[in-house]
């Protein structure tokens, strides 16, 4: 199967009271890993990269390789940029074939936000590719991004003007949660998401979330999640089948032999998140 939008997808999540599982992928391995999960499991999946990562190889490699995992297959598969912080890298990838855009203008006052939110949505819905944006903070670090801690909430007002004004598809929200390691058990404000989404009607996006214990991720999706974004446990999982691996065969040197108990690892938490999520079995509906 080609390549599809998220913008579908994610409208059936919200009619249907599931989310979809959004991952980071850093290599090929990885990239086969979650979409062998998503097989086994027959959901929907989002792939996506970020600018760190993009960084590292560009994003034609990285496209390159989740198009390929999407064609070999009948799952249905998106390729996404997360945390996009510029208009000509959205555009960039947007040109390049990404089919899922998100442009972060959340450190940006109010009013710029929205207007480089809005400069990005017109580029993409003009090739009919749907656009995440992001109000409130995700505090951490996570790759190159640097959150901030400072009042991490969003306010459900300025949610429902900023969506109004952008015309954005997704809206990720600012509820608690962190990029990174978490230090001690995260507690996401699900009080602050049931507010946006008394006034919001797009589908919202949780970022951050790996750490943050399962019943809190169903509890919001419940209130209004629809994508939920995975990145660093799925780094943790893929190092530690390496270094699994290597230990108690230290005199290997072909990458094949590290690398599968790695994709293992990875495939193994992917399918535990989609459980999770609730999308299992929902790429067959």
């Not at 980071?24 to 989002?46: H, R, Y």
């Not at 959340?106 to 590719?129: A, M, Q, W, Y």
């Not at 943050?212 to 446990?233: F, R």
Request: with cysteine; proline share 5%; charged share 25%.
């Amino acid at each position: 199967m080609a390549l599809v939008t998220s913008k579908e997808m994610l409208e059936e999540a919200k009619k249907n009271g599931y989310a979809v599982g959004a991952f980071n992928v850093e290599n090929m391995e990885m990239v086969m890993a979650v979409l062998a999960a998503a097989e086994e499991t027959g959901s929907p999946v989002i792939m996506q990269t970020t600018p760190g990562t993009i960084k590292y190889a560009g994003l034609d490699y990285y496209l390159a390789n989740v198009r390929a995992a999407a064609e070999r297959t009948k799952i249905p598969v998106v390729m996404h940029l997360d945390h996009g912080n510029s208009f000509e890298l959205a555009c960039k990838a947007y040109r390049t074939g990404y089919t899922s855009i998100m442009i972060d203008g959340s450190k940006l006052p109010f009013e710029d936000n929205i207007s480089l939110t809005e400069s990005v949505v017109r580029v993409c819905h003009s090739g009919g590719v749907p656009v995440e944006g992001e109000l409130g903070k995700v505090g951490g670090k996570e790759d190159d991004l640097v959150g901030d801690d400072s009042n991490p909430y969003t306010d459900p007002e300025e949610a429902k003007i900023f969506v109004e004004k952008t015309g954005v598809d997704f809206l990720a929200v600012g509820i608690g949660t962190s990029h990174g390691v978490y230090k001690g058990i995260p507690k996401v404000n699900v009080e602050v998401l049931a507010s946006i989404r008394d006034v919001v009607s797009i589908p919202l996006v949780m970022h951050g979330t790996s750490g943050v214990p399962d019943d809190q991720v169903k509890d919001c999706i419940s209130k209004g999640i629809c994508k939920v974004n995975y990145a660093t446990d799925l780094r943790i999982a893929y190092t530690e089948g390496v270094k699994a691996h290597l230990k108690e065969h230290p005199d290997d040197f072909d990458p094949k032999k590290y690398s599968a108990p790695a994709m293992e690892k990875v495939k193994a938490y992917v399918m535990q998140k989609m459980e999770v999520v609730g999308s299992c079995g929902r790429a067959a509906r």
